[in-house]
């Protein structure tokens, strides 16, 4: 394998017991570079960071991180790296300053390095006029940053950041996200497990939709809706006819349409979508439902990673059909 790429996997593997977590999964993150690992619950991108991580050993295949083997180098390749969780892990008894200082003097940095390096991320996460009362008076934003810039004490190449902003409000995780492009445009890696998807969609460079403990599909968040096509959408007069309207659209797609009832919208995914929306509109017209708007959008990565998953849960299904026939 050659060692270009920050994060480099090949038919990984990771079982537990019968419980096959990771079932050949191929990663390749580039330096400078956010991917974003998306996935149903239970598809295995925790146990992906775990092993990336070097915090669990994997059962089969091959992982290089900055470089090193995780399996045979993870004391090189712990000290390449940073890893930020969804519970922060700041000491809530100490202040911000004092919970840098410890993390630097775990990452080996010794008195006036440490203390500079703990005062430096401070000012970078806007945390300096904090930074002297105990982080249990900290607001959950405040607390997350902290989380961030303890995982980025030892200047790590990679940064493993697993649901970074899982409950936080939205100026909080803008924050966040400024920091963690900034860090990427530095030329750090980030491999970016989220369950927000519009998170992915902002951040990430490249996506890789894990199922079933393999990559499903990969590219960019602009490749990857292209794939699925666009988003045929019409928007009704009122609410009462929304629901004809999704009967309409399914029954002349066969997709799933989805209705937002505030924006009283029916929208559904479409592969050829130039021929599918006048036929849609002249559908609804027969049907008598009037329109304010009909419109080909792309896709939102919801949809993407709907799709994409389903199609999967679809053939899982099928086989196992198939096995039983
Ligand atoms: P979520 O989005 O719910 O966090 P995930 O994609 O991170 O899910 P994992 O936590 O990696 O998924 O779990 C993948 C599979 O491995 C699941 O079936 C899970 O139950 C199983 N698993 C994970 N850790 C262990 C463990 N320590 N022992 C046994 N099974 C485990």
Same mark, same amino acid.
């Given at each position: 394998? /050659?060692?270009?790429?920050?994060?480099? !996997? +090949? %038919?990984?593997?990771?079982?537990?017991? &019968?419980?096959?977590?990771?079932?050949?999964?191929?990663?390749? #993150?580039?330096?400078?570079?956010?991917? %974003?690992?998306? %996935?149903?619950?239970? @598809?295995?991108?925790?146990?992906?960071?775990?092993?990336?991580?070097?915090?669990?050993?994997?059962?089969?295949?091959?992982?290089?991180?900055?470089?090193?083997?995780?399996?045979?180098?993870?004391?090189?390749?712990? *000290?390449?790296?940073? #890893?930020?969780?969804?519970?922060? !892990?700041? &000491?809530?008894?100490?202040?911000? *300053?004092?919970?840098?200082?410890?993390?630097?003097?775990l990452a080996g940095l010794r008195g006036a390095a440490g203390r500079s390096?703990?005062?430096?991320?401070?000012?970078?996460?806007?945390?300096?006029?904090?930074?002297?009362?105990?982080?249990?008076?900290? !607001?959950? %934003?405040?607390?997350?940053?902290?989380?961030?810039?303890?995982?980025?004490?030892?200047?790590?190449?990679?940064?493993?950041?697993?649901?970074?902003?899982?409950?936080?409000?939205?100026?909080?995780? +803008?924050?966040?996200?400024?920091?963690?492009?900034?860090?990427?445009?530095?030329?750090?890696?980030?491999?970016?497990?989220?369950?927000?998807?519009? $998170?992915?969609?902002?951040?990430? &460079?490249?996506?890789?939709?894990?199922?079933?403990?393999?990559?499903?599909?990969?590219?960019?968040?602009? +490749?990857?809706?292209?794939? =699925?096509?666009?988003?045929?959408? #019409?928007?009704?007069?009122?609410?009462?006819?929304?629901?004809?309207?999704?009967?309409?659209?399914?029954?002349?797609?066969?997709?799933?349409?989805?209705?937002? +009832?505030?924006?009283?919208?029916?929208?559904? /995914?479409?592969? &050829?979508?130039?021929?599918?929306?006048?036929?849609? =509109?002249?559908?609804?017209?027969?049907?008598?439902?009037?329109?304010?708007?009909?419109?080909?959008?792309?896709?939102?990565?919801?949809?993407?990673?709907?799709?994409? /998953?389903? #199609?999967?849960? @679809?053939? =899982?299904? $099928?086989?196992?059909?198939?096995?039983?026939?």
């Open positions: 394998m /050659t060692t270009t790429y920050a994060v480099l !996997s +090949e %038919g990984l593997e990771k079982s537990y017991g &019968d419980v096959h977590a990771l079932r050949g999964l191929d990663l390749a #993150v580039p330096y400078g570079a956010v991917c %974003g690992l998306l %996935g149903p619950n239970g @598809a295995g991108k925790t146990t992906a960071v775990r092993v990336l991580a070097t915090l669990t050993a994997p059962t089969g295949g091959r992982a290089l991180v900055a470089g090193h083997d995780v399996t045979r180098e993870p004391v090189v390749v712990r *000290r390449a790296i940073g #890893v930020t969780g969804q519970y922060a !892990s700041v &000491d809530g008894d100490l202040t911000g *300053r004092e919970n840098l200082r410890l993390f630097a003097r390096r703990a005062d430096e991320l401070l000012e970078r996460f806007a945390l300096g006029g904090a930074a002297d009362r105990v982080a249990s008076t900290w !607001s959950g %934003g405040m607390k997350r940053r902290l989380d961030l810039a303890a995982g980025l004490i030892n200047r790590p190449r990679v940064l493993f950041l697993d649901e970074p902003t899982t409950g936080l409000d939205p100026a909080a995780r +803008e924050h966040i996200w400024t920091a963690v492009r900034e860090l990427a445009d530095e030329g750090t890696a980030v491999l970016l497990t989220t369950q927000y998807l519009e $998170e992915a969609d902002r951040l990430a &460079d490249d996506i890789v939709v894990v199922d079933g403990g393999r990559a499903v599909a990969g590219g960019t968040p602009a +490749e990857l809706k292209a794939r =699925i096509g666009a988003r045929a959408e #019409v928007t009704v007069t009122d609410r009462a006819a929304l629901a004809g309207a999704a009967v309409v659209l399914d029954q002349l797609t066969g997709g799933s349409p989805v209705v937002d +009832e505030g924006r009283l919208t029916v929208g559904v /995914t479409v592969l &050829d979508g130039d021929l599918t929306l006048p036929r849609i =509109i002249r559908a609804l017209d027969s049907a008598g439902i009037p329109l304010t708007d009909a419109a080909l959008r792309p896709p939102t990565l919801d949809e993407v990673f709907l799709r994409l /998953t389903r #199609v999967r849960t @679809a053939t =899982i299904t $099928e086989h196992a059909k198939e096995n039983a026939a």
